[in-house]
């Protein structure tokens, strides 16, 4: 085991033993997956065996301040037949500080006025939408690096861990994933499917909207 183990890393062997027990794992569950009653919350992933749901957090360090966080949800998912909430400790974290070189206010919004030259004059909805997320997320992992020295650049990771801190609403979140999802398709070169000068405007009104309320509230 090397020092410099990424948090995903980490997930991936606690998924692993979980996966050698019996369990089907889902990572980056969306909020249909997890019960109405824990509204809010998402887990690192959910590992399912017959009728047994287990709600799984890994965390480098058991005294990290995001443990009082799950309390209030262990607390919820007790009343809850068939599911039960594992907080999986990985061992001791070596923290350092991580200022991750990231696009300016200025780039920024460079991009999202190249995004809008692309979609309207070659119609590349999928280029422009990836235009779009590269502003959006260096926003997000600027201030998750800042809160919670955390690099994160795993587009679901970042979303969830972005709407834990407040800077998404709801269903902001849910557009988001969506997303992320053509991000990740375009960004490994496979196609989208059908994406509309329809569906490229609402992305970028929500990515903007984000990106102006973020600014207002530092």
């Known amino acids: 085991m090397t020092a410099n183990i990424t948090e995903q890393s980490e997930i991936d062997k606690a998924a692993q033993r979980y996966t050698a027990e019996g369990y089907d794992i889902q990572f980056d569950p969306s909020n249909d997956m997890v019960p109405g009653e824990l509204a809010g919350y998402l887990p690192n992933f959910i ?71 692309v979609a309207t004059q070659s119609q590349d909805y999928s280029g422009a939408l990836l235009l779009l997320w590269t502003a959006l997320e260096s926003t997000l992992r600027r201030i998750v690096a800042e809160k919670h020295e955390k690099n994160i650049s795993e587009p679901f990771r970042l979303l969830k861990e972005s709407y834990s801190l407040g800077l998404l609403t709801k269903k902001q979140l849910a557009d988001l994933q969506r997303l992320a999802e053509m991000r990740n398709l375009v960004a490994h070169g496979e196609s989208p499917g059908s994406i509309t000068a329809r ?20």
């Open 47 to 117: 590992a399912t065996r017959g009728e047994q749901h287990v709600l799984v957090e890994v965390r480098s360090d058991i005294s990290s301040p995001e443990r009082v966080s799950l309390v209030s949800v262990a607390e919820r998912v007790r009343q809850l037949p068939g599911w039960r909430l594992d907080l999986v400790v990985s061992g001791p974290s070596r923290k350092k500080e991580y200022k991750p070189n990231l696009l300016s206010q200025h780039d920024q919004e460079r991009r999202i006025a190249a995004a809008d030259t």
């Open 199 to 218: 569906n490229y405007q609402h992305a970028r009104d929500v990515v903007t909207t984000v990106l102006s309320r973020i600014r207002e509230d530092e």
